[in-house]
């Protein structure tokens, strides 16, 4: 693996970030969103996310901007508030080469230091690489969520994982 990079991502980011996440959004069922995100909305999310004190990640290689990983709001209501949800999402050119579990490593991390009790992560079915990438970072497995979610024609489960802090 090429020298590896973990920061804070900035709002110079965004539309790398964007891009990225774009890339499983269309024509994969790995993502529950069905039409790619503008630059704005991202831009906009992004500003949402880390006035609230998430922790939004990139990571670079070479310079480049690599993969994404942040957290979020596990629920709404007030007593959830030291759980989070994560996602990391990678530029698919490096997918299986390390940087996944590197990122999310980082993430629960920064979770851990901020306070937080649980992480959690929903991954649709299949994903063996990153159900592997979570349970190398320590996540268990808590429970299928069968067809949860219909995207591209058909109806898609979900694995939900959450790790302690």
Request: aromatic share 10%; proline share 4%.
């Amino acid at each position: 693996m090429n020298r590896i990079v973990i920061r804070q991502a900035g709002p110079h980011d965004v539309a790398t970030m964007n891009e990225i996440y774009n890339t499983v959004v269309v024509d994969s069922h790995v993502s529950f969103d069905t039409e790619p995100w503008t630059d704005d909305a991202r831009a906009a999310w992004f500003v949402e996310r880390t006035n609230a004190g998430f922790p939004v990640l990139v990571a670079e290689s070479e310079g480049n901007i690599v993969g994404v990983a942040w957290s979020g709001p596990w629920r709404d209501k007030a007593a959830y508030r030291r759980s989070a949800e994560t996602t990391v999402v990678l530029d698919p050119a490096v997918v299986g080469r390390g940087f996944g579990t590197v990122l999310l490593r980082a993430l629960v991390d920064r979770l851990t230091e901020d306070g937080y009790h649980r992480a959690y992560a929903i991954v649709a079915l299949p994903n063996e690489a990153s159900v592997a990438v979570h349970k190398k970072v320590g996540y268990r497995e808590v429970g299928v969520l069968d067809e949860a979610g219909f995207k591209n024609g058909r109806y898609i489960s979900t694995l939900l994982l959450e790790k302690r802090c």
